[in-house]
């Protein structure tokens, strides 16, 4: 029996949770800040629930094989707490956030061998604690070691494509270009559809330009058009569509702001890259909603 624990069961946890649960070989718990009786997705399949062990208290935890974290980035230490409790001498930890920075967090705590850091792409909501809506199958990639194999392993009975790459710094830095865009509907309050306002769409190209000029210096491989192709992508969006940072101030709650556009700025500066737009977003966001 391999043992799992999945920190932070929200919308890409709580799914991945209910999908791994399905597996009667892989007994998973999850850790909750807000406690629920089970896990009801509704999969692009179909329902399927499942009824893990659901901890509150890291005083309940015990070492496990695999620690899953998917915690929004703004929570991370906080979850960080559960770990002295779950993180034995050949755990593993999976983490499952937006960003460029997966391990930086937890290099105190594990060596890098003994974690995966993950790109997800599973579009998710959460209604209620423990219900949520996945909307597509999506995808999760993680890089081809040793480790990221064991855990693309766990998913093999999910429909979630979960797959190895061989590139998985140009993978995270292909979806932070993606997400820095999104920054400009959480500025202006308004949903993906704003992106067809060609004025709109040139500010969102200027930050994907700033992100794919960073993340080359970095070592990512980015091609030229990714800026034209991130607002293709918006504009075939539904156009009401709300990402996770807009929603997040529109609820009141902290941002991704650094782990999605801070970041820009920050990795720009540490190679003598400006990055104008990306700053000035991040100030006026911070100036809105502060
Ligand atoms: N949702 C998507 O479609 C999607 C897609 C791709 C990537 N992502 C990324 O995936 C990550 C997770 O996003 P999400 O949308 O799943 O977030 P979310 O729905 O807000 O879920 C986060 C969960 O973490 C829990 N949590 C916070 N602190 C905790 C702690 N100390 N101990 C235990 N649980 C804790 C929250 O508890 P409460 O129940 O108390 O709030 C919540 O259940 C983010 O980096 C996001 O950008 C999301």
């Not at 659901?54 to 005083?59: F, K, Q």
């Not at 999760?140 to 093999?156: E, Q």
Request: with cysteine.
């Amino acid at each position: 029996m391999t043992t799992i624990a999945l920190i932070g069961p929200g919308a890409v946890g709580g799914t991945v949770a209910a999908w791994l649960a399905q597996n009667p070989d892989l007994s998973v718990t999850v850790c909750a800040r807000t406690p629920f009786e089970r896990l009801v997705i509704e999969t692009p399949g179909g329902p399927i629930t499942a009824s893990p062990l659901v901890l509150t208290d890291p005083a309940q935890a015990a070492p496990v094989d695999w620690v899953l974290i998917a915690t929004k980035t703004y929570d991370t230490a906080s979850a960080k707490t559960w770990l002295d409790a779950l993180v034995g001498p050949r755990t593993r930890l999976a983490v499952l956030r937006n960003g460029v920075e997966h391990l930086e967090p937890f290099l105190d705590r594990l060596p890098a061998e003994r974690m995966v850091p993950a790109v997800v792409d599973i579009p998710a909501e959460r209604g209620a604690p423990g219900r949520i809506l996945q909307r597509r199958d999506g995808w999760i990639r993680v890089p081809d070691d040793a480790a990221g194999r064991d855990f693309v392993a766990l998913f093999a009975h999910t429909p979630i494509a979960v797959s190895t790459t061989p590139d998985f710094m140009s993978e995270a830095w292909k979806k932070l270009a993606l997400n820095c865009a999104g920054a400009v509907n959480a500025l202006v309050l308004k949903p993906s559809g704003v992106a067809h306002d060609e004025a709109v769409a040139e500010v969102m190209r200027t930050l994907v330009r700033e992100c794919v000029t960073v993340g080359r210096a970095e070592g990512a491989d980015l091609s030229d058009d990714l800026a034209d192709a991130v607002i293709a992508g918006y504009r075939s969006a539904a156009p009401d569509g709300i990402n996770s940072l807009h929603a997040d101030r529109l609820a009141g709650r902290p941002m991704e702001l650094d782990a999605r556009n801070g970041v820009i700025v920050r990795r720009g500066a540490a190679h003598g890259i400006a990055t104008p737009a990306n700053t000035m977003v991040v100030a006026l966001i911070n100036a809105a909603a502060g």
